[in-house]
């Protein structure tokens, strides 16, 4: 991705990366372990990113800093959950996320153009591949939607009082 960071609405506050937000996004609500928020992680993303220990935990304390997550010790481990703060934050970035995805189109269009002029076969190969990953970007996109509508529905059938 080229936008490596989501910048805060709020003055003076660090930006968050997106393995931050991958954090805060994948935390469960109920209180969990930190190696479970790796297992999360591992299970979500498959090969595309391998969460390391090192590199989660301190996240997870800046995240608690930030009352995205909070956490509680028990029996002398330390459990997460994401708080209404954290999911806040998340609904907030909507637009900066659009604008990432246009970014990178952007940026993605820019180095097809010059691989076209510097040899149109790699070019071609690599339109393909990404035809690819566009059409299952847009079979998950749908699939998301139809949840989206279907807890709408849920909602919508709940009798008010």
Same mark, same amino acid.
């Given at each position: 991705?080229?936008? %490596?960071?989501? &910048?805060?609405?709020?003055?003076?506050e660090?930006?968050?990366?997106?393995?931050?937000? +991958?954090? *805060? /996004?994948?935390?469960?609500?109920?209180?969990?372990?930190?190696?479970?928020? *790796?297992?999360?992680?591992?299970?979500?993303?498959?090969?595309? &990113?391998?969460?390391?220990?090192?590199?989660? &935990?301190?996240? #997870?304390?800046? *995240? @608690? !800093?930030?009352?995205?997550?909070? %956490?509680? @010790?028990?029996?002398?481990?330390?459990?997460?959950?994401?708080?209404?703060?954290?999911d806040?934050f998340? /609904?907030?970035?909507?637009?900066?996320? /659009?604008?990432? +995805?246009?970014?990178?189109?952007? &940026?993605?269009?820019?180095?097809?153009?010059?691989?076209?002029?510097?040899?149109?076969? $790699?070019?071609?190969? #690599?339109? $393909? !591949?990404?035809?690819?990953?566009? $059409?299952?970007?847009?079979?998950?996109? !749908?699939?998301?939607k139809? +949840?989206?509508?279907?807890?709408? !529905?849920?909602?919508?059938?709940?009798? @008010?009082?």
């Open positions: 991705m080229i936008n %490596m960071w989501t &910048y805060s609405k709020l003055p003076n660090k930006a968050i990366s997106n393995i931050e937000m +991958l954090t *805060l /996004i994948l935390t469960p609500h109920e209180f969990t372990k930190a190696s479970n928020i *790796l297992k999360i992680i591992d299970n979500n993303m498959g090969a595309h &990113y391998i969460a390391a220990k090192g590199t989660i &935990y301190p996240i #997870l304390h800046r *995240l @608690v !800093d930030r009352e995205f997550l909070e %956490m509680s @010790v028990k029996q002398r481990s330390k459990l997460f959950r994401r708080t209404q703060i954290g806040n998340i /609904i907030s970035i909507s637009n900066t996320l /659009i604008n990432q +995805l246009k970014s990178n189109h952007r &940026y993605f269009e820019i180095i097809i153009k010059e691989i076209i002029e510097i040899d149109s076969s $790699d070019a071609n190969d #690599l339109l $393909d !591949d990404f035809i690819i990953e566009i $059409d299952n970007f847009r079979e998950k996109t !749908d699939k998301l139809k +949840l989206a509508e279907d807890q709408e !529905d849920e909602w919508s059938d709940i009798p @008010v009082s």
